[in-house]
């Protein structure tokens, strides 16, 4: 079983990126997120997306992300819109990898890590 992130790159502020991440194996009943680090930082929460599609947050991406979850595909997305050179970082698909539970947001929660995907934001 693996996570297999794709989709970061080199953009101007403004402009927008689409993360993609992968799961082989189990992939409807369970919870995927978006973590980041950026250099000199601790890793970060950015967004989440249960099982049944409830989404969440961190204040910083609000209204300019938007995750979301294809379950046949068995791939979750990460839209990022009205970048600011503050996204920056690596960017880390995760789980936890239990069925129909609810996962945390913190990274001590996370069981399962993709290898993760740079974004680089110019100003």
């Known amino acids: 079983v693996q996570l297999q992130a794709s989709g970061g790159g080199l953009v101007q502020a403004g402009g927008s990126l689409r993360l993609s991440c992968t799961r082989s194996g189990r992939f409807s009943s369970l919870d995927m997120g978006w973590f980041r680090q950026a250099p000199g930082k601790e890793r970060e929460f950015v967004a989440d997306?249960?099982?049944?599609?409830?989404?969440r947050y961190a204040e910083s991406v609000k209204g300019r992300f938007t995750i979301s979850r294809d379950n046949p595909k068995s791939t979750v997305y990460l839209q990022m819109n009205a970048l600011k050179p503050e996204d920056t970082a690596v960017y880390y698909c995760a789980t936890n990898g239990r069925s129909y539970i609810r996962q945390g947001t913190s990274v001590d929660d996370m069981r399962e890590w993709g290898k993760g995907t740079q974004v680089t934001v110019s100003s």
């Open positions: 997306i249960s099982w049944n599609s409830t989404t």
